[in-house]
């Protein structure tokens, strides 16, 4: 970022031109090349976010063909007083602190392995067969674990059951209907789908790393995990940090999971406040468009703080 | 007509005609206040608009009507009709209203109505309207009075029902046999049943005694019904703490024992596995009850299909109950057009022996299996009871089915449609989880929920 | 849970100590392929298990064991069914029509957005870069996708896209169009300005300069984007499902997840046919770009 920022250098042609020309010039030579990034950025990301904000102050219903009503801040007070946003919030809480840890050093410790590896050839095989699930359809990814983790045709259960035989059918562990099992194996699905895309990250960092380094501690007879603890983690720690913040934006956000995985059962486990968000939206009734971009709100608010949070504490360890 | 929708017709009328430029329709259209999707529909060429006779019929189904039902499409071939994939996944009727909060509709009938679920929201707001100027002599008289009665809103016939589905029993002769039971003989009474069930899961011939519908107001309305079809509130709501309910919850609760221990497991519409589903196909209960289409699907991977054996449900003897059923029906869309043309397709869907006999044996060339539903003209049934299509050999069911239409009533339509039953799930769950010990308890909670919701998306509280 | 399968088949199986230079075993190199062939076979078996059950009857599909008792026959009888039976099996072709068209567009309209953006950000005197690049920022940590879902159904209502498909293309560029600026971003950066700088002493006008002379040095990192909007664009379901109700508007990666219900003829082994050809073009895609890719990756793509 720095670099981007930085004065550019020289160009004293410009200098006796006064300051407005300068920018107005800068203006016309730089925007051209803005102009599809704004085209898209405003129109399907400003517009849509400014839109469903006013629309929370509103009483909008998709079906009722009225026009709606500015009601101020009725649907903010009418969700905060639903248990099921509260419950929302709580649920998708719990799914991130699940979900996180396991996003993160699985990957790192791949990473890790995969660096050490002096056989080019070798190492791309293992980046490229890390890399396949990334590359799979989102929802498809989901159909294929809701059949991994079935208690009928999927084969974990047949492996536990009929071939090791640690359980009976009567007591297998039911991998999406347990309200907390849900939330592991929702996140086991989810390392899978991440583990090839994160360790890029990571490697991307381990090659950051000067290689007369642990050279020198190697010397110096560090043995390996005096070495990860003394300098790696060190040097990892940044993407660490960036990837739990961003990491627990999307897990908090997360909806085609569990409108593919589970529907809209409010005893559910994956009843979030974006599944709570979607059935208001889009299912129930007249669709209360306003209250749903109320809750939507909500919750992107309630993220935002916790991002917010996230920023402060890294940033002061700094 | 106002003289905006004067206006808007003539709009219509000028660009199908070519009249007018592109441009020229979105001036005037957006000048009368014509959102962007009616805009788009006006300067598409493949125009198919209100206009009502120079346009091509054209009908659409519920996508798994075209899926199971190929006669569908090969009538409307036949008929010169277009048959398309209505946008209706997951009972969502959002695009017929905005369309006809247009003005418009793209078509002229629609065929995967569940009158108990759309048939409301649909007749209130004039999306569809009755089929009663349209309807051929004779038909609706000559239609099961149970399935029009369940069509009717206001007085007026607004379903033409076409497919009957009603929840029954199945079962496997070979294991029922192998515990020691009449593999012929259906239990009459839910005790029997329940006895039947026991006997099957304990004398070990397969995994479970029974399974039924994860979806679970599927399973516990029919049985409600069984006891008394009475149990429905002015405004339509299932009346969840009245006897008959409580009743059937606790059949449910005694069936949990012998069943699968994810029978009640969420899972979206069109999830990739559904517990009965899995559980039946792999020959793992002894008995199944969801609507006919389930059992007969399902076993069709079984290592000898003629096992399976059907019949109508249970009921309990000195009670008011009947059985419960529905019917997907065709409704004709308002702003549609050629009305008499889908009346014609409608008479001639039910009247066609191919329909039935794809339903009921399935179809190779198509790549369909058996479906097994039925018919709902009454002649078409007193025609086969003379002289009964070789199809039909074997499969007494459907005339238990049929027999059963005799006392049999729908589910009421309501202003909540399907979402009562996600309001009110959570709570009866509660007691066949085990976490409320009271049936009635947990069903006068579930009906509180579902009244409270009713207040909320209607704005008056409910009766 | 896989792996504990895993681990009986490791021990018969050679992990791949071959390229070493001594006699002498190192144990942490043994462990440490040993973990890692066992996460490329946590990665691979639930696929080759999709796999398997598409060569499976109908019989042996709804069964619990894994290897069949025998494959359908012809092997291939249950891809062939999914292409020859549009009735039972619904629209497939326009549905991977669909897919195509839209995924096409996100990715020609996106990447070169994101190339000229990035262009912009790093070697141009672009007023406002900071501002700029903070919004970019802080949409990435924003979950517009869902609360800002309303707002793009009102958007593409007014504009007369809902059932249009590949309008889809403009929230699917406007949801990735901030981390593909910044892969781009990280990417210039690694271009030298003083090159940038000589070739405008040169006289070529800054287009010039992008394409004939920073293009080259920037296609790795381009096939990075490419690849970003391919997978985004092909797999998305929240959006393609909320404003496409018409089943033949929809796009493929919809339509398999909602006909997994096994009703009626789609059996198990017949989804995952379908589910088969539905992942083979971005892997495919993949496979024939992933040099490219992984050498955009190491060039500074994931420094954004």
Redesign the interface.
């Known amino acids: ?1 720095a ?3 930085s004065p ?2 020289h160009s004293s042609a410009r200098q006796s031109r006064p300051g407005w020309w300068r ?1 107005a010039r ?2 016309i ?3 051209p ?5 704004l ?3 405003v ?3 400003l ?7 006013r ?1 929370s102050f509103t009483d909008d219903r998709f079906l009722d063909n009225q026009a709606p009503n500015w009601i101020g801040l009725d649907n903010y007070r009418t969700a905060i007083q639903q248990g099921l946003f509260w419950q929302g919030i709580k649920r998708a809480l719990i799914f991130t602190a699940i979900f996180i840890p396991g996003m993160i050093f699985i990957p790192m ?2 990473a890790i ?2 660096d ?4 080019n050839k ?1 190492a ?1 095989v ?15 990814i ?7 983790y079935d208690n ?2 999927g ?2 259960n ?3 059951v ?3 035989g640690w359980f009976d059918l009567a007591n297998a562990p039911l991998w999406l209907e347990n309200n907390i099992l849900i939330y592991f194996s929702i996140a086991f699905m989810e390392w ?1 789908w991440g ?2 895309y994160h360790t ?2 990571f ?2 960092g381990l ?1 950051s790393i000067p290689r007369d380094l642990p050279d020198a501690a190697r010397v110096d007879g560090a043995g ?1 995990w005096r070495m990860f603890w003394g300098i790696t983690i060190w040097r990892l720690l940044p993407i660490i940090l960036v990837l739990t ?2 990491r627990f ?1 999307s897990a ?2 997360v ?2 999971e569990y ?2 995985m589970q529907g809209f059962d409010r005893n559910s486990s994956t009843y979030t406040w ?1 599944m709570y ?2 059935d208001e ?2 299912r129930t009734g007249q669709q209360f ?1 306003g209250y ?2 109320a809750i ?2 909500l ?2 608010l309630f ?2 703080v916790v ?1 917010a949070f996230l920023f402060y504490i890294f940033r002061s360890r700094d | 007509m106002s003289e905006k929708q004067q206006q808007i017709k003539q709009l219509w009328q000028d660009a199908l005609t070519g009249k007018i430029s592109r441009r020229d329709v979105l001036v005037r259209g957006s000048a009368l206040g014509l ?7 006006l300067s598409q060429e493949t125009i198919r608009g209100t206009l009502a006779q120079d346009r091509d019929p054209i009908l659409n189904c519920y ?2 009507q ?3 039902h ?1 006669m569908f ?1 090969i009538l409307g071939e036949e008929m010169g009709i277009i048959i ?6 997951d009972f ?1 009727f ?2 017929f209203i ?1 369309e006809k909060n247009e003005g418009i509709s793209t078509w002229d009938a629609y065929t995967g109505v569940t009158p108990f679920l759309e048939m409301k929201p649909l007749a209130d707001t004039e999306t569809i309207e009755p089929w009663d100027p349209y309807l051929p002599e004779g038909v609706k008289e000559d239609i099961f009075p149970s399935a029009v009665e369940e069509g009717t809103y206001n007085g007026s016939m607004y379903v033409w029902p076409l497919l009957l589905d009603i929840i029954v029993q199945g079962w496997h002769a070979g294991f029922v046999e192998a515990a020691g039971l009449d593999p012929n003989v259906a239990p009459a009474t839910w005790d029997e049943y329940i006895a039947n069930v026991k006997t099957v899961h304990e004398a070990g011939v397969t995994t479970y005694g029974v399974i039924f519908d994860n979806r679970d107001w599927r399973s516990l309305i029919p049985i409600t019904h069984s006891f008394d079809t009475d149990v429905y509130n002015p405004d339509g709501l299932f009346i969840y703490n009245s006897d008959a309910a409580v009743n059937a919850l606790e059949v449910m609760k005694e069936l949990m024992q012998y069943t699968a221990p994810d029978v009640l497991a969420a899972s979206s ?6 517990v009965d ?2 559980v039946w ?2 020959e793992q209960a002894g008995y199944y009850f969801k609507y006919q289409n389930a059992p007969l ?1 399902y076993s ?2 079984w ?1 000898d299909p003629s096992q399976l054996r059907m019949d109508k449900l249970p009921s309990q003897p000195d009670t008011a109950g009947g059985t419960v059923f529905w019917n997907t029906g065709a409704v004709l869309l308002t702003h549609g057009s050629n009305k008499e043309k889908m009346a014609e397709y409608m008479l001639n869907f039910s009247k066609d022996i191919r329909v039935w006999e794809n339903s009921v044996v399935g179809n190779e060339d ?4 058996p ?1 097994g539903q039925l018919p709902i003209i009454q002649s078409v049934w007193t025609e086969w009871d003379a002289n009964p299509p070789a199809f039909l050999e074997g499969a007494d069911w459907a005339f238990a089915v049929r027999d059963s239409m005799a006392n049999a009533r729908a589910i009421q339509p309501t202003a909540l449609a399907i979402s009562q039953f996600d309001v009110a799930r959570p709570e009866w769950h509660k007691y066949l989880s085990g976490e409320e010990a009271d049936a009635r308890t947990a069903l006068t909670k579930a009906y509180d929920a579902v009244r409270a919701e009713f207040e909320r998306q209607t704005g008056s509280p409910a009766k | ?2 792996a ?2 895993v681990t009986t088949q490791m021990t018969t199986g050679k992990p ?1 100590e071959t ?1 070493h230079r001594k006699r002498r075993i190192k144990w ?1 190199t043994v462990a ?2 040993a ?2 062939i066992l ?2 076979l ?6 080759a ?2 796999v398997l ?1 598409s060569f499976k009857s ?2 042996d ?6 290897w069949p008792e025998n494959f359908i026959d012809p092997i291939f009888a249950n891809y062939q ?1 999914i292409l ?2 549009p ?5 497939v072709g326009a549905v991977t029509t669909n897919s195509i068209t839209v995924t096409l567009l996100t990715v020609f ?2 990447t ?3 190339v ?2 990035g ?4 070697h ?4 406002g ?2 501002i ?2 903070s ?2 920022v802080a ?17 593409q ?8 498909t590949w309008a889809l293309m ?2 699917y ?3 990735q ?2 981390i593909c ?1 910044f892969i781009m ?1 990280g990417v210039f ?1 690694t271009v030298p ?1 003083d090159l940038v ?1 000589s070739a405008k002493v040169d006289g070529a006008s ?1 287009l010039r300069t992008l394409a004939g002379i920073i293009f080259p040095l920037v296609k790795n990192g381009i096939v990075v984007v490419v ?1 970003v909007l391919f ?1 985004f664009a ?5 959006l393609a ?2 404003l496409m ?4 508007k929809r796009t ?3 339509f ?13 082994p017949r ?1 995952a046919a379908l ?1 088969i050809l ?2 083979l073009p ?2 495919v ?2 496979a024939i770009a ?1 040099r490219w890719y ?1 050498k955009g ?2 060039e500074g793509a ?2 954004g």
């Open positions: 970022m670099q981007a920022l550019e250098p920018t800068d203006f030579t730089s925007y090349y803005l102009i599809p990034v085209f898209f950025f129109g399907w990301q517009l849509p976010i400014v839109q469903s904000l629309l410790i791949a392995l995969v050490r590896v002096t056989n070798v791309t293992y980046r490229i067969i890390l890399l396949i699930p990334s590359m799979i359809p989102a929802p498809l989901f159909v294929l674990w809701v059949w991994m009928y045709i084969p974990i047949y492996f536990l009929d071939r090791l899978w583990l090839g890029m990250f490697l991307a090659a390996e913040v961003v934006g908090m956000a909806i085609t409108i593919i974006t968000m979607y939206a889009f468009r749903a971009a939507g709100w919750g992107a993220m935002l991002v | 959102s962007g999707m009616a805009l788009a529909a996508d798994w075209l899926r199971l190929p499409s398309e994939e209505a946008p209706s996944v969502s959002d695009r905005t519409v069109d999830a990739a596995v559904l589903q899995a196909s792999s699907t069709s991977t290592q198509e790549g369909t299996t479906v | 849970m896989i504990s399968h791949a390229h942490g440490r392929h973990v890692l996460l490329c946590w990665v691979l078996l639930p696929l298990w999709v059950l109908k019989y599909g709804a069964r619990r064991y894994i069914y020859s039976q009735r039972a099996v619904g629209p309209f996106g070169i957005a994101a000229l953006g262009y912009a950000l790093v141009l005197r672009t007023p870069k900071v700029l690049t919004f970019l949409s990435m940590f924003f979950p517009t996708q869902v609360t800002a879902l309303t707002g793009i159904f009102q958007i209502q007014r504009l007369g896209f809902i059932n249009t403009f929230p560029v406007a949801l169009i901030a600026v971003r950066q300005q700088d800054s690849i997978v092909w797999g998305e379901y929240l499902l909320t109700n018409d089943a033949s493929l990666a919809v398999v997840a909602n006909s997994t219900g096994g009703v009626g003829a789609l059996d198990w989804t589910y539905a992942i971005a892997l895609t993949f992933q992984m990756l190491q994931l420094k």
